[in-house]
């Protein structure tokens, strides 16, 4: 069955230090990942976007890795804040004819002062 | 405010109604999407428009679910005899179509079905 997986748990960690959050997927061949953040009561934010033919994107404190055999990607924010404390959540773009995109669950991070 | 913008923010209905919501999109955007969101769940792809063109329905829309952009511009989704079910955050999203795909999305509507 085709899934996407995030952490289900919160991640908790210290300020300056680097969140590294995963997400992994299974029977899908997306033409892009995606990763946005997403405040209470809010619509999501995009932050980053990278295709299958990159291994990696920066902007700014994050850092975006995607591996098409793992089918894993990894999104890192370094020297983190407590305002970064959000869900974050990993999309993936399907080429299906259209564009379809599929969220994961997303992953709460709590950055602590 | 040139982003995204949702209307109604709030809306409940009782078991049966009809109900309608408006997403205005950033206006050079041809791409517009619906999506519904429940607690601790992320965004679930309902459909998408390329202007006025509707290019993709998830399997998991029933028939009670409508969406509808007649000019490529505003899009209308409306639900029909609404289930308790429905309780959801439905959340409008637009984008270009070249080179970049990035989905800004609206402030959702928060639908209640008593």
């Known amino acids: 069955s085709q899934k996407i997986e995030q952490n289900s748990e919160a991640l908790n960690i210290q300020e300056g230090k680097t969140a590294t959050l995963t997400c992994n997927y299974t029977?899908?061949?997306?033409?892009?990942l995606q990763w946005y953040r997403q405040d209470p009561g809010r619509g999501p934010v995009f932050l980053l976007l990278i295709r299958e033919n990159e291994k990696e994107k920066r902007k700014e404190r994050l850092k975006v890795t995607f591996d098409t055999t793992l089918k894993q990607s990894l999104f890192h924010i370094t020297a983190s804040q407590p305002a970064d404390s959000a869900t974050y959540l990993c999309a993936l773009d399907l080429n299906t004819g259209g564009f379809k995109t599929i969220f994961g669950a997303g992953t709460r991070l709590f950055v602590k002062a | 405010d040139t982003g995204v913008s949702q209307n109604p923010r709030h809306k409940i209905t009782k078991r049966g109604q009809n109900v309608t919501f408006r997403c205005d999109p950033i206006s050079e955007h041809n791409r517009l999407y619906w999506y519904r969101q429940t607690l601790g769940q992320g965004p679930e792809f309902l459909t998408y428009f390329q202007n006025e063109a509707q290019l993709e329905k998830s399997r998991l829309l029933s028939d009670r679910f409508s969406a509808e952009r007649p000019k490529g511009s505003f899009s209308t989704l409306e639900i029909q005899r609404t289930e308790q079910g429905d309780s959801a955050m439905y959340l409008c999203?637009?984008?270009?179509?070249?080179?970049?795909?990035?989905?800004?999305f609206g402030p959702g509507t928060r639908l209640t079905v008593t």
């Open positions: 029977n899908y061949s997306p033409a892009y």
């Open positions: 999203a637009s984008s270009l179509v070249e080179p970049l795909y990035e989905q800004y």
